[in-house]
């Protein structure tokens, strides 16, 4: 492991971890200011970097601010490690900054993810980085940016409230399925990246701090550790995770996980778990008591948010 | 400038009521809107409007008749003026001063409004219980069955049919599409209900079956109700005062079937001439 | 006990267009009781209705009081607030006029029904009572809910005295009542004026039919062509409800 200095010496022809220190910082005064309001849209100067905009900008600026040598880095593309993007995004994290990397969640300790939350209930030490593409939650229903930030300053959430209203009059139920509104902290409204809905509950009262990032917008946001975080829902009709009971996955036979439903040629699908890191842990099947002595890469598989029963682990959350 | 205000709101008519004891639910002074520096919209006009009873404005365009309905929506900021409502969490307090967020509390629980045109009134690409479950919405109710049944409540009081509920107000005709104003506005049970033009472009058949829904409510609901028309038809039929405007000022005030039968006014003799 | 005291009231009509004054009647002083009926009498143009419209402030009344002993206290009709009136027309002063008028689609039932309404009886109470008033004048039972728009003057005026005498009333101003009604509505109406009368309520009338209620009348208002004084105007007089004196009474009252 190298150290700061020696990484961020002039004669490697760029700063520490990509961004210059003045960006670095003023990133990290944003993020502070973030996290101080939770939900709050923070405005942030987005740099130029060596990835199109679009292609996780907004959560790789934030992890370039935050990663240090000592880190330990995962980066997720819709539950997967091994896709061209994620890739490509953690080797230029841990080649600028010389940070480790891993496919483990309980062993990350800075996650950047794009439209996912790990299996594994993440704790205290780890921060979660989503990519967002719209931090907008208001956009559908306000198109005028102005007026929708007079509303998020007002707590004036009824259109969206209404738009909720009307998919139950049209279609008999909630029709949102990523990027499910939020209220966070009883004050702001936002939009949790286009994670599932299965994802969105982990949000709430987490141990780990998630920070959300929008490179083309230029915004970002946060929810801090221990904050409340709800979807919107009606009194009598309330928010339902994706309704996938019954489904089992065809590498580990597991049941109550994100699954990918892969449809096969002769008609019908099979299942398969989306978090890869998570399914590579339970493949190696290591025993909780061997764990206690090996190495940090052969970890036993942690605490899930939600059982094999499908029990979220906060009870009553979920109605 | 705004003058903030707990001091009391004095009497301004010569002859102050003995019989009815109770303040104005409504009391106005000194309103004035200027537009561009020099033009003078509304000009030191008074309104008194007592719990219950249907006040007119009328007045050719251009008096300022709109425009003193939006300053009574809080809409628009007054150059001058002092706004008094009399209800309990609201006493003593100028009305025109309160933050937007006091302001909009105040068009949300106690204020009503049905526009002349609908598209400012109604979001027309939502459905039209929509619209009023918005109103409820906004007012802090969270139950799915109970905005449901408060939109069709509404919606059945203002003679709305029932299953068209929830087509698109932009699909509805013109009376209806007031229906549906007027079911928004009454839905939280308004201590005060505007009415801008409110059957003015509607069939001279349909303008009837929406005036006599509008008698009904105000009679059903005891709602203090301003209205204002060019229509001395209109405010014949609902007003029990009226108040004639020309050029932003008031011109002459009373007794709606004195005001019509009996002016006094130069202006308003023409007006009234001119008209029946 | 007295009702109504009119005290030297005088009504001018100011018409700004022609640049002149019109008098209509000066100086007029009577008192009515409760329970009793009032005749006013005069030639045609004389400023019969227009008295009884200056009563219920129809027309603002130019100068003169009067006092009107209310269940709230004794008011000044010629100048009480508007809001006064407009509770006073509700619950104690009725009038009714020669001409019916009611909006389009409300049925002759429902026309009747309404001042009940406003009086805060049950909707089927105050039908109940609609129809028996309506049924008393003898108006066509087909047409108790059909739209009075559409109706002869006669079936019109059944109407419109139906729904002014049907809620309790102090003081009601009757103007022509009979001007266009059959022998058995004229009578169906003196019969109602007489139950009125009983229960204590005054009656000012101009009628023209005047023998009809003859039985009823307990003193006579004359109006004579004299007591309209026109004033050219050569300049226009502001309006005013000043309560000045003026000389003398015009009107003479027969008891």
Not at chain 1, 246 to 270: D, H, S, V
Not at chain 1, 288 to 316: H, K, L, M
Not at chain 2, 71 to 90: I, M
């Amino acid at each position: 492991m190298s150290t700061v200095a020696e990484l961020a010496s002039s004669n490697r022809g760029y700063s520490y971890a990509f961004l210059d220190e003045f960006a670095k910082r003023e990133l990290r005064r944003r993020i502070l200011k973030a996290i101080a309001i939770p939900g709050y849209q923070v405005p942030y100067a987005s740099r130029e970097l060596p990835i199109a905009r679009g292609w996780g900008t907004g959560g790789l600026q934030v992890t370039l601010a935050l990663v240090g040598p000592d880190d330990v880095v995962k980066v997720i593309d819709q539950g997967a490690d091994d896709s061209v993007n994620a890739a490509n995004l953690r080797r230029f994290i841990a080649r600028m900054a010389g940070a480790d990397t891993t496919t483990d969640a309980s062993r990350a300790t800075l996650i950047q993810s794009r439209h996912r939350i790990p299996e594994e209930r993440l704790q205290e030490h780890q921060t979660l980085v989503l990519q967002v593409p719209d931090p907008e939650p208001l956009r559908s229903v306000e198109h005028d940016i102005s007026k929708a930030r007079l509303m998020h300053a007002e707590a004036d959430y009824g259109l969206l409230w209404l738009s909720l209203y009307e998919q139950l009059v049209r279609y008999r139920r909630v029709t949102l399925g990523a990027s499910y509104p939020c209220l966070v902290h009883h004050r702001y409204v936002m939009s949790p990246s286009p994670i599932p809905r299965w994802d969105v509950p982990k949000l709430h009262q987490s141990a780990h701090l998630t920070l959300l990032s929008a490179g083309r917008e230029k915004r970002l946001y946060a929810v801090p550790p221990y904050t409340d975080v709800r979807p919107l829902e009606f009194a009598d009709v309330p928010f339902r995770v994706e309704d996938q009971r019954g489904w089992m996955c065809y590498r580990t036979g597991l049941q109550n996980k994100f699954m990918n439903e892969l449809p096969q040629t002769g008609g019908g699908a099979i299942y398969e778990i989306s978090d890869t890191g998570f399914v590579e842990k339970v493949l190696r099947k290591v025993p909780d008591r061997e764990a206690a002595g090996s190495t940090p890469a052969q970890a036993a598989v942690g605490a899930t948010y939600y059982d094999d029963e499908g029990r979220f682990y906060i009870d009553g959350y979920l109605r | 400038m705004v003058t903030s205000g707990r001091d009391a709101p004095r009497p301004v008519s010569a002859h102050a009521p003995v019989i009815v004891t109770s303040p104005p639910l409504l009391q106005v002074r000194g309103l004035v809107k200027r537009y561009g520096g020099h033009v003078v919209a509304v000009d030191r006009v008074d309104i008194e409007a007592y719990a219950g009873e249907v006040l007119g404005i009328v007045g050719e365009s251009g008096s300022g008749k709109s425009t003193v309905l939006r300053l009574l929506n809080l809409e628009e900021r007054p150059d001058a003026g002092e706004y008094f409502f009399d209800v309990p969490a609201l006493a003593g307090r100028n009305l025109f001063t309160l933050d937007r967020m006091a302001q909009r509390r105040v068009r949300t629980f106690d204020i009503g409004i049905v526009y002349q045109n609908p598209h400012l009134g109604l979001r027309m690409r939502n459905t039209s219980s929509g619209n009023i479950a918005e109103r409820l919405i906004v007012a802090g109710e969270r139950a799915y069955r109970t905005l449901r049944l408060a939109a069709r409540e509404a919606l059945a009081a203002s003679e709305f049919p029932l299953d068209r509920m929830d087509d698109p107000p932009v699909r509805l005709s013109g009376g209806m599409q007031q229906r549906v104003q007027l079911a928004k506005a009454i839905a939280l049970k308004p201590k005060l209900l505007l009415l801008d033009e409110p059957t003015t472009g509607l069939d001279v058949s349909v303008q009837a079956l929406v005036l006599d829904t509008l008698k009904r409510l105000q009679r059903e609901t005891g709602v203090t109700t301003i209205i204002v028309s060019h229509d001395l038809g209109v405010i014949r039929m609902l007003a029990d005062r009226v108040m004639v405007m020309r050029y932003g000022r008031v011109v002459e005030q009373g007794l709606t079937d004195q005001v019509l039968e009996d002016p006094q006014d130069a202006y308003t003799q023409q007006l009234v001439h001119a008209k029946l | 006990m007295s009702l109504l005291q009119v005290n030297r009231l005088s009504k001018r009509f100011i018409m700004h267009h022609l640049r002149r004054e019109v008098m209509a009647f000066d100086c007029l002083t009577f008192d009515v009781r409760e329970g009793e009926f009032v005749l006013v009498v005069g030639p045609n143009g004389v400023g019969k209705s227009t008295l009884l419209r200056c009563l219920y402030r129809t027309y603002l009344p130019t100068s003169g009081q009067a006092i009107y002993h209310s269940r709230y206290g004794a008011i000044d009709l010629a100048c009480a607030s508007d809001v006064d009136i407009v509770r006073l027309r509700r619950e104690e002063i009725g009038h009714v006029t020669q001409f019916l008028r009611v909006r389009p689609r409300v049925s002759a039932r429902e026309a009747v029904a309404e001042p009940l309404l406003a009086a805060g009886l049950s909707p089927i109470e105050a039908g109940k009572r609609a129809s028996h008033a309506l049924d008393a004048l003898g108006l066509k039972r087909e047409l108790w809910d059909a739209y009075p728009t559409t109706f002869s003057g006669g079936e019109q005026q059944k109407v419109n005295l139906a729904r002014a005498l049907i809620a309790p009333r102090r003081l009601v101003l009757l103007d022509e009542p009979t001007a266009s009604l059959d022998a058995h509505a004229r009578r169906a109406l003196v019969e109602r004026l007489a139950q009125l009368k009983q229960a204590g309520v005054a009656i000012i009338g101009v009628f023209h039919h005047a023998e009809d209620v003859r039985g009823l009348v307990d003193k006579e208002i004359a109006l004579t062509a004299d007591s309209q004084r026109p004033s050219e105007g050569d300049g226009l007089l502001t309006s005013s409800i000043a309560c000045n004196g003026c000389a003398g009474g015009s009107g003479d009252v027969a008891e």
